[in-house]
T-cell receptor
Framework: AQSVTQLDSQVPVFEEAPVELRCNYSSSVSVYLFWYVQYPNQGLQLLLKYLSGSTLVKGINGFEAEFNKSQTSFHLRKPSVHISDTAEYFCAVSDPGNEKLTFGTGTRLTIIP | KAGVTQTPRYLIKTRGQQVTLSCSPISGHRSVSWYQQTPGQGLQFLFEYFSETQRNKGNFPGRFSGRQFSNSRSEMNVSTLELGDSALYLC??????????????FGEGSRLTVL
């Protein structure tokens, strides 16, 4: 069975500082990996995805993530955060051809002015 | 292109009642999935429908059921509501089938409060 671990439940960061949100997954097969963002009282919005190919994936709002197969990680990074990045971020994994996502527990990113 | 639409957005029920939530997927999407989000359990997969057939099911009791219509719209039903069913219920649609990549597009959710 797949599982996703987001070790940090909360991450406070000063505005314009860099941030890394960590995600590790457990799966015995090839996987698709995703990062979603949830703003208050809203649904989830896709930030970026890894399906295959280049291990460095660029997404919306200046975010990027790197797939590391040997470490089974898919950490999310942004070089300079803004107040508007305050939200909860979810890492998720699925099997190719399977529409079921397994989510991590989420990381709440708080930007300090 | 319209996004995923969920109705109602908010509702309050009492224990023992039942509730039906509706989801209209993005045009052309044939797969609809449902997730329950709570502060304690996070995002939990309920079930997924593709072309009117349930293709995947999560670990929820039989009180939770769903269906998909020929136009891909989906409903989920929860019978004999319990306090613990209070949650945000999220619907997501995707292309599904061999064209599917697992990329889900989520609605804004239906927030259910059980008193």
């Amino acid at each position: 069975a797949q599982s996703v671990t987001q070790l940090d439940s909360q991450v406070p960061v000063f505005e314009e500082a860099p941030v890394e949100l960590r995600c590790n997954y457990s799966s015995s097969v090839s996987v698709y990996l995703f990062w979603y963002v949830q703003y208050p009282n809203q649904g989830l919005q896709l930030l970026l995805k890894y399906l295959s190919g280049s291990t460095l994936v660029k997404g919306i709002n200046g975010f990027e993530a790197e797939f590391n197969k040997s470490q089974t990680s898919f950490h999310l990074r942004k070089p300079s955060v803004h107040i508007s990045d305050t939200a909860e971020y979810f890492c998720a994994v699925s099997d190719p051809g399977n529409e079921k996502l397994t989510f991590g527990t989420g990381t709440r990113l708080t930007i300090i002015p | 292109k319209a996004g995923v639409t969920q109705t109602p957005r908010y509702l309050i029920k009492t224990r023992g009642q039942q509730v039906t939530l509706s989801c209209s997927p993005i045009s052309g999407h044939r797969s609809v999935s449902w997730y329950q989000q709570t502060p304690g359990q996070g995002l939990q997969f309920l079930f997924e429908y593709f072309s009117e057939t349930q293709r995947n099911k999560g670990n929820f009791p039989g009180r939770f059921s769903g269906r998909q219509f020929s136009n891909s719209r989906s409903e989920m039903n929860v019978s004999t509501l319990e306090l613990g069913d209070s949650a945000l219920y999220l619907c997501a649609s995707s292309l599904g089938g061999i064209a599917g990549t697992g990329e889900l597009f989520f609605g804004e959710g239906s927030r259910l409060t059980v008193l």
